[in-house]
């Protein structure tokens, strides 16, 4: 996903008047005054210095603990009070406007074990006992405005803050963890529309004839006081109806931050077809023939593949199709386009697959709210784009113009989590979406592919009062991760959610399940999982694997999980709870991204200031570029070796304990060896590694390779390079990633996040005579132009853009390795022993030629004609031998894939008696044994 937004900070507290201007002048008068000094006076505190009712420092995290953020005094008291009509205040140390209030005792100690466990964040702070609350007075105060009171011997209040109280709605409605949520639908066609809002006053559900309808009719809503959910049972005639909530609710954010009880005209969370723009849901049955698209019924889906053995082709659902002249024009950009199986783009997805691919992953396609969603609410860039210099500024400037209104962003902004987005549909007005998702879904797998769901449950697109924001105005203050002061935290980029909160965890279960069953997604790549808690994904898994064919029309185990494990912001090395960070996710099967390996092929990081920071695959010290970035030769061949090992291990599936010699010479395993400070290798199987050179965050590969590789490398060379840095993910255990159009040598311009850049900048073309999208223009200043400098002259070399040839190139060596994996056990190992007991680094050690790796796999009583499998990675300039003890007196040849391909250099690569392999320069080289 994108890179976080700069955060603005909270506004700081209003207080009374200062103390720390007199203790400042005081402190200076000391050294004058020496001892008569102790006699001044203490400064007074101010009267309320201690309060503030914005804030919420407490926390209520079960029905009879509250969490105090202090020390406490056992000369003053605690209150929990409540405040029906939200006008707590305090003034001249005196409390006005609490309806009830409870005495608070201390609990000597402090939280229990048990509870420091739950909120590991909190273990520091003071406990206080409510004692025993009745459940109606319990439930009223959890509907008003809430805070701690601190009061002196003389009834002074001299602390106050408010409470987050996600804690104890967790334990007072944890039944509603069972419960229906949305619309649901029984035999006769008749639905039930729930809701959980167990703070909320007062909730009605209105009723909208259609979607233009101005005035709803209202219906009451009974509330389950166990569970806090409300309900209304509908008449068969409300199918095709759009609804709203009307929710009354105490909301912090409202008045400024000051709290309010507001009347909240909101969407269902649990919605499953929208309005446009999404103002309104939808109430349709999913279980709705009219809702099924011709053979939905009986559907023909690849074959599961296993994580091992998976390829994943990383495409965005606009991007397919908008620059597509084979695509009727009102269906570019959209589900619909791929349903055209005459289409360039779907005929290149069908060919994908024919050389071995898997899966489609889509960026995110449910309900997002960054794109307007009705076309004539959109504008594209004014200028002419094509016209101006392949370096200008000119063509970010105008694309800037236009970039909160046009049709494209990546669609990292949840609105609603389990609706179609309504952009990508040729009517967003209600069901249409439903149709052309699962038509969609149906034709890629009439292709031969299976399908991914980027999915974004660590965030929302907004929060609080605003106006798209939905799950806290349902539920204020519940859904989202707080920080201490009760602001939302966004280290994401956007406000946080909280899935280890009850019902944020079970709404990504529900959702996620809602698309694997009604819509036959098969797997889920989980943005940001880091920020979900480890049992979060468990408990998402063992959902899916309870689906059947039998019962629900889908194999739920042979769905596929892997996310972006990283480990940042507020909850980073388990502060809150255990994460789905990579090392956490060991052992669960559930895959995490390889940054590992990605960095060692590439170099550097993402974030580096000299883009011109070469790797393994991008010429360091065999082939340098000159940047002073790099160091000196020795620095860069330590670097090398060291990025060698990663890329070793990356090849293993990134596998914790694999044991190989490392380039210095000593046996090592994937853990010892170093990444940033941090273990390399962290899986404990090959297949929970997803391996990958590029995706649609930082450069793409070739953009990456522009900056990193010496300016004058050829064009052929480029694309030797590209398929080599390829072949490190091709060609490893685990799953294989690829960024759409990677094999076509894709470029952004040198954008390194065009979540934001519109069309022009993200364009994907499938026609080959419109190039590679090369040197379009400078990236948009907006996250690039600190790298203009190193840009410019590289987007004004005519050298540097693909043609033709050079692009089929690259098409044609991706398919071959494709080809190659497909039909070659060796690379898709299913566990770490079999990794172990098989793949080895026979030239590896102290002596081993800087640029170059060998990988070798006994292939022997696996499926298949051979006993053994070698691939050499020359990353250098020159041609290199290698030779390998164990294909001594073998007959080795080059694979056969390799032995017909059209690349004359690779067909050079050769294999004598003596188990010498020899391997033209910038080529990887497979060799069968057999």
Same mark, same amino acid.
Not at 194 to 213: G, K, Q
Not at 559 to 566: A, P
């Given at each position: 996903m994108r890179p976080p937004h700069a955060r603005s900070e909270r506004p700081p507290s209003r207080r009374g008047p200062s103390a720390s201007a007199g203790l400042a002048a005081a402190a200076l008068l000391l050294p004058l005054l020496g001892a008569t000094a102790a006699a001044l006076p203490a400064e007074p505190a101010a009267p309320d210095a201690g309060v503030d009712l914005t804030e919420q420092r407490a926390h209520w995290i079960d029905r009879s603990t509250v969490l105090w953020p202090g020390d406490l005094d056992p000369d003053r008291t605690y209150t929990l009070v409540s405040s029906e009509d939200a006008d707590l205040a305090v003034s001249g140390g005196e409390l006005d406007g609490a309806s009830t209030s409870v005495r608070l005792t201390a609990v000597p100690g402090g939280p229990t074990g048990e509870q420091r466990a739950a909120w590991p964040h909190l273990a520091e702070l003071s406990a206080l006992e409510t004692g025993r609350i009745n459940g109606p007075r319990l439930r009223e105060a959890l509907t008003g405005q809430l805070a701690v009171v601190e009061r002196d011997g003389d009834g002074t209040v001299t602390g106050a803050t408010g409470v987050q109280i996600p804690g104890v709605l967790d334990d007072v409605y944890a039944a509603a963890a069972e419960a229906d949520l949305g619309a649901v639908w029984d035999a006769g066609g008749r639905p039930t529309v729930?809701?959980?809002?167990?703070?909320?006053?007062?909730?009605?559900?209105?009723?909208?004839?259609?979607?233009?309808?101005d005035t709803p009719r209202t219906v009451r809503m009974r509330r389950d006081h166990r569970t806090g959910v409300w309900s209304a049972r509908g008449r068969a005639d409300w199918a095709g109806s759009f609804y709203t909530f009307g929710v009354r609710v105490f909301s912090p954010a409202a008045d400024g931050g000051r709290g309010a009880v507001v009347d909240n005209r909101v969407t269902d969370p649990y919605s499953v077809s929208l309005s446009t723009d999404s103002a309104r849901s939808h109430l349709v049955d999913l279980a709705d023939p009219d809702l099924a698209p011709e053979g939905w019924s009986d559907p023909v889906k690849p074959a599961a593949v296993s994580p091992e053995a998976a390829s994943v082709y990383e495409l965005h659902?606009?991007?397919?199709?908008?620059?597509?002249?084979?695509?009727?024009?009102?269906? $570019?950009?959209?589900?619909?386009?791929?349903?055209?199986?005459?289409?360039?783009?779907?005929?290149?997805?069908?060919?994908l697959a024919e050389d071995g691919l898997d899966y489609v992953h889509l960026l995110p396609a449910f309900d997002i709210g960054s794109v307007p969603e009705d076309p004539a609410d959109r504008a594209e860039p004014a200028c002419d784009l094509a016209s101006s210099a392949p370096e200008s500024e000119e063509q970010q400037a105008c694309v800037a113009e236009v970039r909160g209104r046009d049709a494209f962003n990546w669609g990292y902004d949840p609105y609603h =989590?389990?609706?179609?987005?309504?952009? %990508?549909?040729?009517?967003?007005?209600?069901?249409?979406?439903?149709?052309? !998702?699962?038509?969609?879904?149906?034709?890629?797998?009439?292709?031969?592919?299976?399908?991914?769901?980027?999915?974004? %449950? #660590?965030?929302?697109? &907004?929060?609080?009062?605003?106006?798209?924001?939905?799950?806290? $105005?349902?539920?204020?203050?519940?859904?989202?991760?707080?920080?201490?002061?009760?602001?939302?935290?966004?280290?994401?980029?956007?406000?946080?959610?909280?899935?280890?909160?009850?019902?944020?965890?079970?709404?990504?279960?529900?959702?996620?399940?809602?698309?694997?069953?009604?819509?036959?997604?098969?797997?889920?790549?989980?943005?940001?999982?880091?920020?979900?808690?480890?049992?979060?994904?468990?408990?998402?898994?063992?959902?899916?694997?309870?689906?059947?064919?039998?019962?629900?029309?889908?194999?739920?185990?042979?769905?596929?999980? =892997?996310?972006?494990?990283?480990?940042?912001?507020?909850?980073?090395?388990?502060?809150?709870?255990? &994460?789905?960070?990579?090392? #956490?996710?060991?052992?669960?099967?559930?895959? *995490? !991204? #390889?940054?590992?390996?990605?960095?060692?092929?590439?170099?550097?990081?993402? !974030?580096?200031?000299?883009?011109?920071? &070469?790797?393994?695959?991008?010429?360091? =010290? *065999?082939?340098?570029?000159?940047?002073?970035?790099?160091?000196?030769a020795e620095e860069q061949l330590a670097r090398l070796l060291n990025y060698q090992d990663l890329v070793k291990v990356g090849l293993t599936g990134n596998l914790r304990d694999y044991r190989f010699t490392a380039s210095s010479g000593e046996e090592t395993t994937g853990a010892r060896v170093d990444y940033n400070g941090a273990p390399a290798g962290y899986t404990l199987d090959p297949g929970e590694a997803v391996t990958y050179v590029d995706a649609h965050d930082n450069e793409t590969l070739y953009d990456a390779l522009a900056y990193k590789l010496p300016r004058d490398t050829p064009m052929d060379d480029r694309v030797r390079m590209q398929a080599l840095s390829l072949g490190t993910a091709v060609f490893g255990q685990g799953t294989v990633f690829v960024h759409a159009g990677t094999e076509r040598l894709r470029s952004k311009s040198l954008d390194r996040n065009s979540y934001d850049s519109g069309d022009w900048f993200n364009r994907l073309s499938w026609d080959c005579a419109d190039g590679n999208n090369f040197g379009v223009g400078l990236p948009p200043a907006w996250d690039n132009e600190d790298k203009w400098v190193h840009a410019r002259p590289l987007l004004a070399d005519p050298a540097l853009v693909a043609d033709c040839a050079a692009i089929e190139d690259g098409r044609e060596r991706f398919g071959e390795m494709l080809r190659i994996r497909e039909s070659t056990p060796a690379f898709a190992l299913g566990t770490a022993e079999e990794v172990q007991a098989r793949v080895s680094f026979p030239t590896s050690g102290a002596d081993e030629l800087p640029g170059v790796i060998t990988m070798h796999v006994d292939t022997t009583g696996l499926e298949g004609e051979w006993s053994s499998v070698t691939v050499v990675f020359n990353a250098t300039p020159g041609t290199v031998e290698q030779d390998v003890d164990a294909l001594a007196g073998a007959d080795v040849r080059l694979h056969p894939v390799q032995a017909e391909s059209a690349d004359e250099v690779v067909r050079e690569a050769s294999a004598d008696a003596a188990g010498t392999l020899t391997v033209p320069p910038r080529t990887v080289a497979v060799f069968v044994a057999g």
């Open positions: 729930s809701l959980w809002a167990p703070t909320a006053r007062s909730v009605t559900l209105e009723l909208y004839e259609d979607s233009a309808d659902v606009r991007d397919h199709s908008v620059s597509d002249d084979t695509v009727p024009a009102g269906l $570019r950009g959209t589900f619909a386009a791929f349903a055209r199986s005459d289409s360039a783009g779907m005929r290149e997805l069908a060919a =989590y389990t609706v179609p987005e309504g952009s %990508y549909s040729t009517d967003p007005d209600g069901a249409a979406r439903v149709t052309e !998702f699962r038509r969609m879904v149906g034709g890629l797998n009439g292709a031969g592919l299976r399908v991914v769901m980027d999915v974004v %449950y #660590n965030h929302t697109h &907004q929060a609080g009062q605003d106006e798209q924001s939905v799950l806290d $105005r349902v539920v204020p203050g519940y859904y989202h991760r707080l920080e201490a002061d009760g602001g939302v935290a966004t280290s994401t980029c956007c406000p946080n959610t909280a899935p280890e909160h009850l019902m944020m965890g079970k709404l990504v279960v529900d959702s996620v399940v809602t698309w694997a069953r009604e819509y036959r997604v098969d797997g889920f790549r989980f943005d940001l999982m880091g920020h979900h808690p480890k049992q979060n994904m468990l408990d998402l898994r063992a959902a899916l694997d309870e689906l059947t064919p039998e019962e629900d029309g889908v194999d739920g185990s042979a769905i596929l999980l =892997y996310g972006e494990g990283w480990n940042f912001g507020e909850v980073a090395d388990d502060a809150r709870f255990e &994460q789905a960070t990579q090392a #956490n996710m060991a052992g669960t099967g559930i895959g *995490t !991204f #390889n940054d590992r390996l990605r960095d060692g092929v590439r170099g550097g990081g993402p !974030f580096d200031a000299d883009p011109g920071v &070469q790797g393994f695959g991008s010429g360091l =010290y *065999t082939d340098p570029n000159g940047s002073p970035a790099n160091g000196t």
